[in-house]
């Protein structure tokens, strides 16, 4: 199928084969349209003989019938309702001149001519003034500037609620900016930071991507994008979007610190090249950020930084809980191994058990039957029946003491899984259970403090 509208060398021509004919097309939602259909990359633009222009995902066309000339006032029609619909979406001036100059030439007899000469003069005056497109509209350089300067300063204020706690007035503000400029960045961020401080994932998400659609080198949006998914439970998407903001930014020591949470937080496979990439290029550039904090008197500990008494007296400590966390975990994993080995033994005895009942019974039916015909007792069987009972009582005492034990490795499992509580609330505990942080406007010039030693963060447990 012919397209109607070519895009060459910028400029947009109209093709006069396609145009002249109406075609029934059928999407998989079950929408049959009459009209005309244009390939524009992974979309068709679809031209409706009646209604407005739009646009369907490739996937979407379930079929065409092509159909058969149309009337050169229909073709013509048909023309400049699709005309419309890519100045609408133009941003160049001298596309969309060349584009109406184009329809003008083609369809002189078109009842929409005047309509297209009055707009021809309209975007060539828009040329003449210098006018670019802004937010959906034609405006001079002097408004633009105007505007951008209002949508910022309405983010400014939006960032000085959101740090004073105003984070309804922050919202306001931000949703402001962005309808003034919609390319505002810092206020996609903004929304976006509020989103997630709700718990509005999903929400946090999207705001953070539009900003990485328009400019996939922003390290806060990679960095604000990472916390968000990993948060989503999509770990690995997380560090893909840390790997680019450490690219990017290898220096910043927010940055840094997330990325160490992200890492030691970590579910997934940490032999994986996605992990190990990270976590090699996290830890070159954490040598550099150790030697810089160390200038100014603080060391890493864990996911913040303390000063130089502190760190020699955690750092005891830390060993200390390091050796007591795996001591624990060691018991912890043996004690469920043996609870295993205790649970097996029982579901072996339950099984002889039953099999030795089952044995009993068939034998009693068997005796007594053989008494009723005879009057006398089958000492075979009597002895038979002897055996089995003993056997009996010996398996229903070891199922009794392996039931004890059962208890007690499972009581034993309790209290390790409170000493786990109890030492995720050691400050060595909490020094690694600090909160990856969102990144804000501002925030790559004039860092953030490290988070506090004690912040709550996600708990520590035996693994299972």
Request: proline share 4%; glycine share 6%; hydrophobic share 40%.
């Amino acid at each position: 199928m012919k397209t109607r509208f070519v895009l060459l060398a910028g400029v947009l021509i109209v093709s006069l084969a396609s145009v002249l004919h109406a075609d029934t097309i059928t999407l998989t939602d079950g929408r049959v349209i009459q009209g005309h259909l244009d390939r524009n990359g992974h979309k068709y633009i679809i031209t409706p003989n009646q209604g407005p222009v739009f646009e369907v995902p490739v996937k979407d066309l379930a079929g065409i019938e092509l159909g058969g000339p149309a009337t050169p006032a229909t073709a013509a029609k048909n023309a400049f309702t699709a005309l419309q619909y890519h100045i609408s979406r133009q941003t160049s001036l001298d596309t969309i001149i060349q584009s109406i100059s184009d329809y003008i030439a083609h369809y002189p007899h078109s009842a929409f001519l005047k309509k297209a000469q009055t707009q021809l003069t309209k975007y060539k005056q828009y040329r003449s003034l210098g006018f670019v497109r802004f937010a959906g509209r034609w405006v001079s350089a002097q408004q633009v500037e105007a505007l951008k300067a209002k949508s910022a300063a309405k983010m400014e204020t939006a960032l000085t609620n959101y740090h004073a706690g105003k984070f309804e007035a922050a919202r306001a503000l931000a949703e402001a900016a962005l309808k003034i400029n919609p390319s505002d960045g810092k206020a996609l961020i903004i929304l976006g930071a509020l989103d997630y401080r709700a718990g509005n994932f999903t929400a946090a998400a999207r705001h953070f991507s539009k900003v990485l659609a328009k400019n996939p080198k922003n390290v806060i949006a990679n960095n604000d994008l990472a916390i968000t998914v990993y948060h989503q439970r999509q770990q690995p998407r997380a560090l893909v979007y840390y790997r680019k903001a450490l690219n990017l930014d290898s220096g910043n020591r927010l940055l840094l610190d997330n990325i160490f949470i992200a890492l030691n937080h970590y579910s997934g496979n940490h032999v994986a090249m996605l992990y190990q990439n990270l976590r090699h290029m996290f830890t070159q550039a954490d040598v550099q950020m150790q030697s810089a904090m160390a200038r100014k008197g603080l060391y890493r500990l864990g996911a913040t930084w303390v000063p130089t008494a502190m760190h020699k007296q955690m750092a005891i400590k830390i060993a200390y809980y390091e050796k007591q966390k795996s001591a624990l975990q060691g018991q912890y994993d043996s004690a469920r191994l043996y609870l295993h080995g205790v649970e097996q033994q029982i579901q072996q005895l339950v099984t002889q058990i039953n099999s030795l009942n089952a044995s009993i019974g068939y034998l009693q039916v068997a005796q007594n039957y053989s008494y009723m015909q005879t009057g006398f007792v089958d000492l075979n069987n009597q002895a038979l029946i002897s055996g089995y009972m003993a056997q009996l009582t010996e398996a229903q005492a070891q199922k009794t003491k392996l039931q004890g034990r059962e208890v007690s490795t499972i009581t034993a499992l309790k209290q390790m899984r409170l000493q786990a509580k109890l030492l995720e609330k050691s400050a060595p505990a909490q020094a690694f259970m600090v909160h990856q942080r969102i990144m804000l406007p501002g925030d790559l010039t004039h860092v953030p403090p490290p988070a506090p030693l004690m912040a709550a963060g996600p708990k520590l447990k035996l693994k299972e």
